[in-house]
């Protein structure tokens, strides 16, 4: 571990105070969202369960952030929506990342032929508003976090498939790649042996700053009654039940909002920094 | 010059006066209700597509007052004679357009609401033979065969004016009723409410003027003008009411917003006391609720007074109330002898004991809500900790709307229980009930139970056969019993329409219990509302 708390790009990202808040966050959000079932209050507000007698407690006394319109406890209801949100961008982006670079090393790496149709594809898919595409394949199937899941991953893939593409045409130039060709390499080892891992820091610090994007996309599509259905937890939904409810039952609304605001700024500022450390490191 | 300066003053102080001051102002009755907002009367169905048509048009019969189902309108009076009905109408009744009404508009607006094969078109299919003109002030109607419910049914068949709407047919499918003027209408009227269309645009806002030539008056007090908004945010209209900018909510705002706007001592509220049930529809038909005792023991297990605390908004006024059974209290039809449904665990666990399903895995029931009414997913839990204690093995799934109108229609895929309200369309029991509980209706929406009940489906028909008004109120207060015997549903709750008003203005009808029609929607005539300022 020494060379890594010595290589100069933990060192510049640990004087970046904004990086160091991103991570802070972060690492706040998993934590709550692995430890549910220890650190919420009321770990069965979670699920199909309404406490009639405190429907609509304001913040304070037993309910640190309030309850919503079931009498269900706020705070637990927010720590139990971290976790379906990490894992909707974990799934998201283990789909779409695989699938959007084996698509760029494809066209950027093969001739011009591949380039062009592979290339032409994705740019059909991001020609399409991301939310409206989403929400065209969520139009076809009974909204669900599953199938909110499927309508991103479909409209995420492209964005990884552009950058690899730009990637790879780069180093297909490179004199390691030429020399590879030379001695008799596969297509496989190429493309994956070496190519790919010169594009992976790039890869790896867009996927930390989209989980922040796929939280923002789902909550939005949530939202609008396509993703999670009731009684799961979504900080989407939360934000549109709660805004029915302003501005007297104002906790419904902006403590959830504040939840995505954390999530989204968290992922983002660790990503920021992630990318600066890795042109510090090179 | 301090005389010239004070005569000139008072001269500058008189003109701003007399130019401040109009000479007539202007009533603007302001509410919101939910999208879209149907201007075509054989088209609207929900709430506000009905208070239109009733606002516009006019139809032969109304819904009565004071438990009278209907009451003469545009027809003075009716004969009946077997399968003939023949209404006499009143000769001094003109369209907005100027047009005197007559037999012919009454057999051109049936035709149309056949034709077009929307709106209220149902509660006629299959049930008339031939509607011709007698002469110009008398229509008559053949029935199919026997189908005493069709008076009340008339009440949703506005009369619209045909000589003005053919004049303004566009091509279409109808032959030489080219589209039957459902272009135009979309955006126009033809009728001869008292209030006219002025502009209307679905999802976003209808206008609508007082109609001086009305053929009852319209009082000085009503609005001149009412302003309908679509769609708005309950915030929005919460900001809106708090502000002045709107005299009434629609009644779907949630309770707790409606709560903090009946707090403000500027405001009112409002109840339109149809003949809502919330009905909590058991599967006859697939275990473990094909056992009665089965049925009988949720009946018994539900916590009725918290259902209704749930749609409380003040301390005196909710928007539900306790019910006796599937017939509402201000229906046709009601028997007041029944008593009204409340929790006894002690009953429920007999009934529970007489179940033939005995094991937790016998026991499992899957409960769905419409997932387009919020309520709904509260009554739903409720039921889960209701049934949950007494030994039932519950999930909750929520279903949108179009999803579970398809689930329910079979047998298998119908749901243990399934949450719905729902509203007579016509003031007549049969327009609802025998939908739902006839064995010989096709599976609708409305029929998750499935019941299959030979004593149920004789009242029913006997309902439909029998004329005579004391007899068939009879009728249906014995089915009323029946249901209640046989279980089909747990009848949660009688359901009213609570709005919240500014103290602008008063509407009797939805204020006091003696003007109160014998249908939902009726109330909300824009010539009963008495503005006050």
């Given at each position: 571990?020494?060379?890594?708390?010595?290589?100069?790009?933990?060192?510049?990202?640990?004087?970046?105070?904004?990086?160091?808040?991103?991570?802070?966050?972060?690492?706040?959000?998993?934590?709550?969202?692995?430890?549910?079932?220890?650190i919420?209050?009321?770990?069965?507000?979670?699920?199909?369960?309404?406490?009639?007698?405190?429907?609509?407690a304001?913040?304070g006394?037993?309910?640190?952030?309030?309850?919503?319109?079931?009498?269900?406890?706020?705070?637990?209801?927010?720590?139990?929506?971290?976790?379906?949100?990490?894992?909707?961008?974990?799934?998201?982006?283990?789909?779409?990342?695989?699938?959007?670079?084996?698509?760029?090393?494809?066209?950027?790496?093969?001739?011009?032929?591949?380039?062009?149709?592979?290339?032409?594809?994705?740019?059909?898919?991001?020609?399409i508003?991301?939310?409206?595409?989403?929400?065209s394949?969520?139009?076809?199937?009974?909204?669900?976090?599953?199938?909110?899941?499927?309508a991103?991953?479909?409209?995420?893939?492209?964005?990884?498939?552009?950058?690899?593409?730009?990637?790879?045409?780069?180093?297909?130039?490179?004199?390691?790649?030429?020399?590879?060709?030379?001695?008799?390499?596969?297509?496989?080892?190429?493309?994956?042996?070496?190519?790919?891992?010169?594009?992976?820091?790039?890869?790896?610090?867009?996927?930390?700053?989209?989980?922040?994007?796929?939280?923002?996309?789902?909550?939005?599509?949530?939202?609008?009654?396509?993703?999670?259905?009731?009684?799961?937890?979504?900080?989407?939904?939360?934000?549109?039940?709660?805004?029915?409810?302003?501005?007297?039952?104002?906790?419904?609304?902006?403590?959830?909002?504040?939840?995505?605001?954390?999530?989204?700024?968290?992922?983002?500022?660790?990503?920021?920094?992630?990318?600066?450390?890795?042109?510090?490191?090179? | 010059?301090?005389?010239?300066?004070?005569?000139?003053?008072?001269?500058?102080?008189?003109?701003?006066?007399?130019?401040?001051?109009?000479?007539?102002?202007?009533?603007?009755?302001?509410?919101?209700?939910?999208?879209?907002?149907?201007?075509?009367?054989?088209?609207?169905?929900?709430?506000?597509?009905?208070?239109?048509?009733?606002?516009?048009?006019?139809?032969?019969?109304?819904?009565?007052?004071?438990?009278?189902?209907?009451?003469?309108?545009?027809?003075?009076?009716?004969?009946?004679?077997?399968?003939?009905?023949?209404?006499?109408?009143?000769p001094?009744?003109?369209?907005?357009?100027?047009?005197?009404?007559?037999a012919?508009?009454?057999?051109?607006?049936?035709?149309?609401?056949m034709?077009?094969?929307?709106?209220?078109?149902?509660?006629?299919?299959?049930?008339?033979a031939?509607?011709?003109?007698?002469?110009?002030?008398?229509?008559?109607?053949?029935?199919?065969?026997?189908?005493?419910?069709?008076?009340?049914?008339?009440?949703?068949?506005?009369?619209?004016?045909?000589?003005?709407?053919?004049?303004?047919?566009?091509?279409?499918?109808?032959?030489?009723?080219?589209?039957y003027?459902?272009?135009?209408?979309?955006?126009?009227?033809?009728?001869?409410?008292?209030?006219?269309?002025?502009?209307?645009?679905?999802?976003?806002?209808?206008?609508?003027?007082?109609?001086?030539?009305?053929?009852?008056?319209?009082?000085?007090?009503?609005?001149?003008?009412?302003?309908?908004?679509?769609?708005?945010?309950?915030?929005?209209?919460?900001?809106?009411?708090?502000?002045?900018?709107?005299?009434?909510?629609?009644?779907?705002?949630?309770?707790?917003?409606?709560?903090?706007?009946?707090?403000?001592?500027?405001?009112?509220?409002?109840?339109?006391?149809?003949?809502?049930?919330?009905?909590?529809?058991?599967?006859?038909?697939?275990?473990?609720?094909?056992?009665?005792?089965?049925?009988?023991?949720?009946?018994?297990a539900?916590?009725y007074?918290?259902?209704?605390?749930?749609?409380?908004?003040?301390?005196?006024?909710?928007?539900?109330?306790?019910?006796?059974?599937?017939?509402?209290?201000?229906?046709?039809?009601?028997?007041?002898?029944?008593?009204?449904?409340g929790?006894?665990?002690?009953?429920?666990?007999?009934?529970?004991?007489?179940?033939?399903?005995?094991?937790?895995?016998?026991?499992?029931?899957?409960?769905?809500?419409i997932?387009?009414?919020?309520?709904?997913?509260?009554?739903?839990?409720?039921?889960?900790?209701?049934?949950?204690?007494?030994?039932?093995?519950?999930?909750?799934?929520?279903?949108?709307?179009?999803?579970?109108?398809?689930?329910?229609?079979?047998?298998?895929?119908?749901?243990?229980?399934?949450?719905?309200?729902i509203?007579?369309?016509?003031?007549?029991?049969?327009?609802?009930?025998?939908?739902?509980?006839?064995?010989?209706?096709?599976?609708?929406?409305?029929?998750?139970?499935?019941?299959?009940?030979?004593?149920?489906?004789?009242?029913?028909?006997?309902?439909?056969?029998?004329?005579?008004?004391?007899?068939?109120?009879?009728?249906?207060?014995?089915?009323?019993a029946?249901?209640?015997?046989?279980?089909?549903?747990?009848?949660?709750?009688?359901?009213?329409?609570?709005?919240?008003?500014?103290?602008?203005?008063?509407?009797?009808?939805?204020?006091?219990?003696?003007?109160?029609?014998?249908?939902?929607?009726?109330?909300?005539?824009?010539?009963?509302?008495?503005?006050?300022?």
């Amino acid at each position: 571990m020494t060379w890594f708390a010595d290589s100069p790009g933990w060192r510049a990202f640990r004087r970046d105070t904004m990086a160091m808040t991103g991570l802070t966050l972060v690492a706040l959000v998993v934590l709550a969202a692995l430890f549910a079932d220890w650190i919420a209050p009321y770990p069965s507000h979670a699920g199909p369960i309404g406490d009639f007698g405190a429907m609509g407690a304001p913040p304070g006394g037993r309910f640190l952030l309030g309850t919503d319109t079931i009498g269900r406890d706020l705070l637990t209801r927010l720590i139990y929506a971290y976790r379906l949100s990490l894992e909707m961008a974990i799934v998201v982006l283990a789909i779409a990342t695989p699938i959007g670079v084996v698509v760029g090393l494809l066209a950027g790496y093969l001739g011009p032929a591949w380039s062009y149709g592979l290339m032409r594809l994705t740019d059909v898919f991001l020609s399409i508003p991301p939310l409206v595409l989403a929400m065209s394949i969520t139009g076809f199937l009974e909204p669900s976090a599953i199938h909110g899941m499927i309508a991103i991953t479909a409209m995420w893939w492209p964005w990884y498939a552009r950058l690899t593409y730009n990637l790879t045409r780069a180093e297909r130039q490179e004199g390691y790649v030429v020399a590879a060709e030379i001695v008799g390499a596969s297509l496989p080892h190429i493309l994956f042996r070496e190519i790919l891992p010169n594009c992976m820091p790039s890869i790896l610090t867009k996927m930390t700053v989209d989980v922040g994007f796929v939280i923002l996309i789902a909550s939005s599509m949530s939202f609008l009654g396509l993703g999670a259905q009731a009684p799961t937890p979504d900080l989407g939904s939360m934000v549109a039940d709660g805004a029915k409810y302003m501005p007297d039952a104002w906790w419904l609304t902006v403590f959830p909002a504040i939840a995505i605001l954390i999530v989204v700024m968290g992922f983002n500022l660790l990503g920021d920094g992630l990318r600066e450390a890795a042109d510090v490191a090179r | 010059m301090a005389l010239y300066r004070t005569l000139l003053s008072r001269a500058a102080l008189a003109t701003f006066l007399v130019h401040a001051t109009p000479l007539y102002a202007e009533t603007v009755f302001r509410l919101d209700a939910s999208a879209p907002g149907e201007a075509d009367p054989d088209k609207g169905i929900d709430y506000i597509g009905s208070v239109l048509a009733f606002n516009l048009y006019d139809a032969l019969v109304v819904p009565g007052q004071n438990g009278t189902p209907v009451a003469p309108h545009i027809a003075t009076g009716w004969k009946i004679d077997g399968n003939d009905y023949v209404f006499t109408l009143r000769p001094d009744i003109k369209f907005h357009s100027g047009h005197v009404m007559t037999a012919d508009d009454v057999v051109f607006s049936f035709k149309r609401l056949m034709a077009l094969g929307k709106g209220n078109s149902p509660l006629f299919a299959d049930r008339v033979a031939s509607v011709t003109a007698v002469d110009p002030q008398t229509v008559k109607f053949t029935l199919t065969g026997p189908y005493a419910p069709f008076l009340g049914a008339l009440v949703r068949l506005p009369v619209l004016d045909s000589i003005f709407l053919l004049a303004h047919k566009a091509d279409g499918k109808f032959g030489d009723m080219g589209d039957y003027g459902e272009a135009y209408l979309s955006g126009h009227d033809a009728g001869s409410g008292a209030y006219m269309l002025v502009s209307h645009v679905p999802e976003s806002e209808t206008n609508l003027a007082k109609f001086d030539g009305y053929f009852l008056g319209v009082p000085s007090s009503a609005p001149d003008k009412v302003r309908i908004r679509y769609g708005l945010q309950p915030a929005t209209v919460r900001e809106l009411v708090a502000s002045g900018q709107q005299d009434m909510t629609s009644q779907w705002l949630p309770p707790e917003v409606m709560r903090a706007l009946a707090g403000r001592s500027d405001t009112h509220l409002l109840a339109d006391r149809g003949s809502n049930i919330l009905f909590l529809h058991m599967n006859t038909q697939k275990p473990p609720l094909d056992d009665l005792n089965c049925r009988l023991a949720l009946t018994y297990a539900f916590d009725y007074a918290t259902a209704i605390k749930l749609a409380q908004v003040t301390d005196k006024v909710s928007a539900a109330s306790p019910a006796s059974g599937p017939i509402g209290r201000s229906e046709f039809g009601f028997n007041a002898s029944l008593p009204l449904f409340g929790q006894d665990i002690g009953k429920a666990k007999d009934y529970l004991a007489k179940c033939k399903y005995k094991t937790p895995d016998e026991r499992e029931i899957d409960i769905t809500w419409i997932t387009e009414v919020p309520a709904e997913e509260k009554i739903a839990l409720l039921m889960k900790a209701n049934f949950d204690q007494l030994g039932f093995q519950t999930t909750i799934k929520g279903a949108p709307w179009t999803l579970y109108t398809q689930q329910v229609t079979k047998v298998d895929s119908t749901p243990s229980l399934s949450e719905v309200y729902i509203d007579a369309p016509t003031p007549d029991p049969d327009s609802i009930l025998y939908n739902m509980y006839s064995s010989k209706s096709p599976p609708t929406w409305e029929s998750a139970s499935h019941l299959v009940d030979p004593e149920a489906d004789k009242l029913l028909d006997a309902g439909r056969a029998e004329t005579d008004i004391a007899k068939r109120k009879a009728i249906y207060e014995q089915l009323d019993a029946r249901l209640d015997a046989v279980a089909p549903a747990i009848f949660a709750s009688e359901v009213s329409g609570v709005f919240v008003g500014l103290n602008t203005f008063r509407l009797p009808p939805f204020e006091d219990d003696s003007k109160r029609f014998s249908a939902e929607e009726y109330g909300l005539q824009f010539r009963l509302v008495e503005m006050l300022k």
